[in-house]
């Protein structure tokens, strides 16, 4: 029988932080910074022998002409070897009523493979074959275009090969660690 961790002290334990990120805030202070920070919230998919999802809200657009967006995944990530594998990438931006399709695809104890898409509503995406979601308030498919070095994740620079409207009217957003919705209709005064 493991015994209790000693008295303010988690299970989980801090790697040491590398020499490059020495001076700068911890990660835990780091994290509550970049809280502040609202994003969408997406799920990126591949295709093909390796396909996989995954929830990520590491995204923006670059370009519209040519029309480029980026996302970032870490390299110890399955998402990683799917993208660089297939040479595509889908990104399915999330509706607010799709809170629990992000923590679905957010969960490591899903299927691998095609079988974690059976749980779901999908098409093949007619570009890339990548699975695009029913339901999202819109979403792209994107050849990879390039892969950039970004500390403990690739920054994939995804040229944009076909892009629709889904059938989602509010968006989730991530903000201070939790979910929240954005009414569509809203418009700023």
Same mark, same amino acid.
């Given at each position: 029988? /493991?015994?209790?961790?000693?008295?303010?002290?988690?299970?989980?334990?801090?790697?040491?932080?590398?020499?490059?990120?020495?001076?700068?805030?911890?990660?835990?202070?780091?994290?509550?910074?970049?809280?502040?920070?609202? *994003?969408?919230?997406?799920?990126?998919?591949?295709?093909?022998?390796?396909?996989?999802?995954? *929830?990520?809200? %590491?995204?923006?657009?670059?370009?519209?002409?040519?029309?480029?967006?980026?996302?970032?995944?870490?390299? /110890? /990530?399955?998402?990683?070897? #799917?993208?660089?594998?297939?040479?595509?990438?889908?990104?399915?931006?999330?509706?607010?009523?799709?809170?629990?399709?992000?923590?679905?695809? %957010?969960?490591?104890?899903?299927?691998?493979?095609?079988?974690?898409?059976?749980?779901?509503?999908?098409?093949?995406?007619?570009?890339?074959?990548?699975?695009?979601?029913?339901?999202?308030?819109?979403?792209?498919?994107?050849?990879?275009?390039?892969?950039?070095?970004?500390?403990?994740?690739?920054?994939?620079?995804?040229?944009?090969? /076909?892009?629709?409207?889904?059938?989602?009217?509010?968006?989730?957003?991530?903000?201070?660690?939790?979910?929240?919705?954005?009414?569509?209709? %809203?418009? #700023?005064?």
């Amino acid at each position: 029988m /493991a015994s209790d961790p000693a008295p303010g002290r988690g299970v989980l334990k801090r790697l040491p932080a590398s020499p490059a990120r020495r001076g700068l805030s911890e990660q835990p202070a780091l994290r509550q910074v970049l809280a502040q920070f609202a *994003t969408g919230v997406t799920v990126l998919t591949a295709g093909g022998d390796d396909a996989h999802g995954m *929830t990520a809200n %590491a995204f923006s657009s670059v370009s519209l002409e040519p029309p480029l967006v980026l996302c970032c995944v870490s390299k /110890a /990530a399955r998402m990683h070897t #799917a993208v660089v594998t297939a040479g595509s990438f889908a990104v399915n931006i999330l509706a607010a009523e799709q809170q629990e399709l992000s923590s679905y695809f %957010a969960d490591w104890r899903r299927p691998d493979g095609m079988a974690q898409f059976d749980a779901v509503e999908w098409a093949a995406g007619a570009k890339t074959g990548a699975p695009l979601l029913t339901g999202t308030l819109a979403w792209l498919e994107c050849e990879l275009a390039q892969v950039l070095a970004g500390g403990d994740h690739s920054i994939f620079l995804g040229r944009v090969v /076909a892009a629709g409207r889904g059938t989602g009217e509010h968006a989730l957003v991530f903000y201070g660690g939790r979910y929240h919705e954005v009414d569509g209709r %809203a418009r #700023a005064a």
